[in-house]
């Protein structure tokens, strides 16, 4: 049986996978793609964990899954948000898959709980400037701008 996604986010990215999994992987590096938050993830059966810029807990859970360069599974649980304080956690999947010179990345949300509804389309929107943010520091070395122009230049 597949399990199905309750959402999906996919980016290509012009590098091997090894090195997006570097940049996806180290914590320090996370900050700069991750609104100022870094994530750290354990080994099997490990934390993980989100802290804010001023290192209060945002998130946490266990490491289902890690096959660098490959595949990252963990259980989320917001804990910063009080209605979701007592919700069981969803799961979050991170594929990287090696299409020749680039790396497509698939991130795999799993069982959201209902209570996330009011807050899907802040998770989507911020999937997207966190994805876009690891593409663009994995292929020029920079961070992404902190501010986006609006419209056409």
């Known amino acids: 049986m597949t399990e199905k996604p309750d959402a999906v986010h996919i980016i290509h990215i012009a590098a091997p996978a ?16 991750f609104f100022g938050n870094r994530w750290e993830f354990g080994e099997v059966g490990g934390d993980f964990r989100v802290t804010k810029p001023d290192g209060d807990l945002d998130s946490e859970g ?6 660098a360069p490959r595949l990252m599974r963990v259980t989320w649980k917001v804990v910063w948000i009080e209605e979701l304080k007592d919700t069981p956690p969803g799961e979050v999947e991170w ?14 949300e799993f ?14 929107n911020g999937w997207s400037i966190i994805l876009s943010g690891l593409k ?10 902190k501010t986006l122009p609006e419209g056409p230049q």
């Open 18 to 33: 090894q090195t997006v999994w570097d940049a996806l992987t180290d914590a320090d590096r996370s900050a700069s793609y």
């Open 62 to 67: 266990k490491v289902l899954v890690r096959e």
């Open 95 to 108: 594929r990287l898959d090696q299409m020749g010179e680039i790396t497509r990345l698939t991130v795999s």
């Open 111 to 124: 069982r959201r709980p209902p209570q996330m509804a009011p807050y899907a389309e802040a998770a989507r």
């Open 136 to 145: 663009t520091l994995v292929e020029t070395g920079r961070p992404m701008p």
